[in-house]
T-cell receptor, first 120, second 113 residues
Framework: GAVVSQHPSWVICKSGTSVKIECRSL??????MFWYRQFPKQSLMLMAT?????????EQGVEKDKFLINHASLTLSTLTVTSAHPEDSSFYIC????????????????FGAGSRLTVL | GQQLNQSPQSMFIQEGEDVSMNCTSS?????WLWYKQDPGEGPVLLIA?????ELTSNGRLTAQFGITRKDSFLNISASIPSDVGIYFC?????????????FGSGTQLTVLP
């Protein structure tokens, strides 16, 4: 089945540094990928939609200059947290749509394993 | 925007018991999905529902797409310790090309031996 690989699985960095998280679709192409953020014991909050060949679409309240998204190819999207601060510490998860089984256009999302970011 | 209410928020059950959780929406969805998330991992798809009234099983799991298209439930029969985790419902509507999911708040399941 479809696999989404996310790297790194965890990262610790100093405040003020930038961190890059990669999301790859391993056996399928994804023109769109979604980036989520999850705080402990909370649901997934969509941050942005990554579009291959064009700019990412950010959700309301998400700073596009802080969370840089680049969809470099049909199998790779990256999220860069710039000038990270402790409040950026969170679990970041990417996902990509894979074809639904019985209905054209009904895509389900396959998720990566997530990246735990801790900013000291 | 669309909102999903998922209940219960948490459950503590004995191994072998059946479990039921549900989600209701303020608006209609075209697809309902149920995911399970283990600690420190991304969500994994359990069941996808595409038609109103659809009842689908995956092993000990059964989920239904409500007739009104505003609700869905997930049942787990004969729970086992590895069922522990957070279960999320997710609704999907087709708004142009942005096929985004709206997630419920999750149900934390604990199975006691």
């Amino acid at each position: 089945g479809a696999v989404v690989s996310q790297h790194p699985s965890w990262v610790i960095c100093k405040s003020g540094t930038s961190v890059k998280i990669e999301c790859r679709s391993l056996d399928f192409q994804a023109t769109t990928m979604f980036w989520y953020r999850q705080f402990p014991k909370q649901s997934l909050m969509l941050m942005a939609t990554s579009n291959e060949g064009s700019k990412a679409t950010y959700e309301q309240g998400v700073e596009k200059d802080k969370f840089l998204i680049n969809h470099a190819s049909l199998t790779l999207s990256t999220l860069t947290v710039t000038s990270a601060h402790p409040e950026d510490s969170s679990f970041y998860i990417c996902s990509a749509p894979t074809a639904g089984v019985s209905r054209v256009g009904a895509n389900v999302l396959t998720f990566g394993a997530g990246s735990r970011l801790t900013v000291l | 925007g669309q909102q999903l209410n998922q209940s219960p928020q948490s459950m503590f059950i004995q191994e072998g018991e059946d479990v039921s959780m549900n989600c209701t929406s303020s608006s209609i969805f075209n697809t309902w999905l149920w995911y399970k998330q283990d600690p420190g991992e991304g969500p994994v798809l359990l069941i996808a529902l595409y038609k109103a009234g659809e009842l689908t099983s995956n092993g000990r799991l059964t989920a239904q797409f409500g007739i009104t298209r505003k609700d869905s439930f997930l049942n787990i029969s004969a729970s086992i310790p590895s069922d522990v985790g957070i279960y999320f419902c997710a609704g999907q509507s087709y708004s142009g090309s942005a096929r985004q999911l709206t997630f419920g708040s999750g149900t934390q399941l604990t199975v006691l031996p």
